[in-house]
């Protein structure tokens, strides 16, 4: 294999199948394999909804076929956005890192670069009335600027749009022949192995209008011979973008299917590995800000397994997780000023901590009617058991343990004078009670020890504060003004 020349050297290593967390790459592969028998002007949807990796499995597929020797161009359509000409950013990648592939193919390019200038041309010189009227409501200003563009006469300037109209027909051709021809070029000359494979990414992120734009080009400039394009896009989203130009009663459906051959879609990942690629982080968090219960032996895990559990027992989709993450880090960054303001440790329980902000989020009653001495045990989610084997246990068990640790609660105990007295206790009480009666079990079971011996530490610990539900409401409500 030789070593191909690209504009982004670094994904070859760091965006690779062999380090993909989602295990994608036995799909990747297949696509790869599939797309290699496509020649003709074929053009794929890559169809995701938000969250499923899209850009990240582009990337790879990037690597992919740059280790096999395809020339390969990726263009990141939501970074031209600002863009008015979707023809000019397509034409300016194509060429630019076509010419990365080898010092010496530009001069190839020559004759692609001439016909893509008059593409262009002939696109700002028709579309400068209609432009300016639909940004500044004066075609004058549209004449304006084609005059000082090409230094013509108001009389003349119908009769340019005609000459640039049938000229940008004949480029259109022409772009075709020679992206063809250039193909041919680069695998005869270079060895590189056809087709050409063009990503494009971040469509359905791009402003409405910009987005068909893009695809009409797409369509009409650049589906030839030799080159396959991959079009990454949340389908629905895009069908909604279409409608937002053309009306809710456009079929967007049957629009799209003039600029896509086929669809391939992504699945959503599991959560368990949507988590883990999550951008959190409690390295800062030593000793100031202490989370417990760890069921895995990491604290880090053990909060991954929270957040799959719960991401599963709510059924939240990848968007609710990533704002569900999003405010779990704004907590704990919180908790982290409160300790850095009294320098009292913060005992967080984690588990109750992310229950609080999906219940807060979903309004459920007892988000508020949970207090102290009133830990409302019973959860209304999809109960299912956590762990395996010794340590399975029922995730309805899990959640009843920690909302016991989340409040005060109430004994009598025997004084003096055999008397009894009422005491004012944390979690710790109730939980010794219920684990002496084997309760719990398992994974919760080693729970109950992490539990005990974080309370016996730091309940009666002048230094230290445990969080109760009061608090976990409080900072919750903060983190909800964060969407």
Not at 245 to 270: H, I, Q
Request: proline fraction near 2%.
């Amino acid at each position: 294999m030789q070593t191909i020349n690209c504009k982004h050297k670094e994904w070859l290593s760091q965006y690779t199948f062999d380090n993909c967390k989602l295990d994608r790459g036995d799909y990747g592969k297949f696509l790869k394999n599939y797309l290699m028998g496509e020649r003709d002007g074929f053009v794929l949807n890559l169809n995701g909804a938000w969250g499923t990796g899209k850009t990240e499995f582009l990337r790879r597929l990037y690597s992919l076929f740059i280790s096999e020797d395809h020339p390969v161009i990726y263009i990141d359509a939501w970074e031209s956005d600002f863009s008015e000409m979707p023809l000019s950013v397509v034409s300016s990648e194509l060429l630019s890192q076509l010419s990365t592939v080898n010092d010496h193919i530009g001069a190839e390019l020559t004759k692609v670069g001439e016909f893509l200038g008059k593409a262009v041309k002939g696109a700002i010189i028709g579309g400068a009335g209609l432009l300016s009227k639909h940004l500044l409501a004066d075609t004058t200003i549209g004449n304006e600027m084609a005059k000082a563009l090409f230094e013509k006469k108001p009389n003349d300037f119908l009769d340019d749009i005609k000459h640039e109209h049938v000229e940008q027909i004949e480029a259109i051709k022409c772009i075709r022949r020679e992206l063809g021809n250039l193909a041919e070029v680069i695998n005869k000359n270079y060895g590189l192995s056809l087709p050409v494979i063009v990503l494009v990414d971040e469509l359905d992120r791009c402003r409405p209008s910009y987005a068909i734009e893009m695809l009409e080009v797409i369509k009409h400039f650049f589906t030839t011979k030799n080159f396959v394009f991959v079009v990454a896009t949340d389908t629905q989203q895009l069908r909604q973008s279409i409608k937002s130009v053309y009306g809710s009663e456009f079929d967007s459906t049957t629009y799209l299917r003039r600029f896509f051959n086929r669809e391939a879609r992504m699945d959503e990942p599991k959560l368990e590995s949507y988590v883990k690629l999550s951008m959190l982080s409690i390295d800062n968090y030593d000793d100031k800000v202490v989370l417990y219960p760890d069921v895995k032996n990491s604290v880090l895990e053990s909060v991954h397994e929270y957040l799959a559990w719960l991401g599963k027992a709510y059924t939240l989709s990848l968007r609710d997780l990533d704002q569900l993450i999003n405010k779990f880090n704004a907590c704990l960054r919180s908790a982290l000023s409160s300790y850095e303001s009294s320098q009292r440790v913060q005992v967080i329980n984690i588990f109750s901590l992310i229950v609080a902000i999906i219940e807060f989020d979903k309004d459920f009653e007892r988000f508020n009617q949970r207090k102290n001495y009133t830990p409302i045990i019973e959860g209304n989610f999809n109960d299912f058991t956590v762990g395996s084997g010794g340590n399975a246990t029922k995730l309805s068990k899990f959640y009843e343990l920690s909302m016991l640790c989340s409040v005060k609660h109430k004994v009598r105990q025997q004084g003096n004078f055999g008397r009894d007295v009422e005491l004012d206790v944390l979690g710790n009480y109730k939980i010794n009670f219920i684990g002496s009666q084997s309760k719990f079990n398992g994974l919760s079971g080693k729970a109950l020890v992490n539990i005990g011996n974080l309370f016996n530490e730091y309940s009666d610990n002048g230094s230290a504060r445990v969080w109760l539900w009061e608090d976990y409401q409080k900072i919750v409500k903060l983190a909800g003004l964060i969407k």
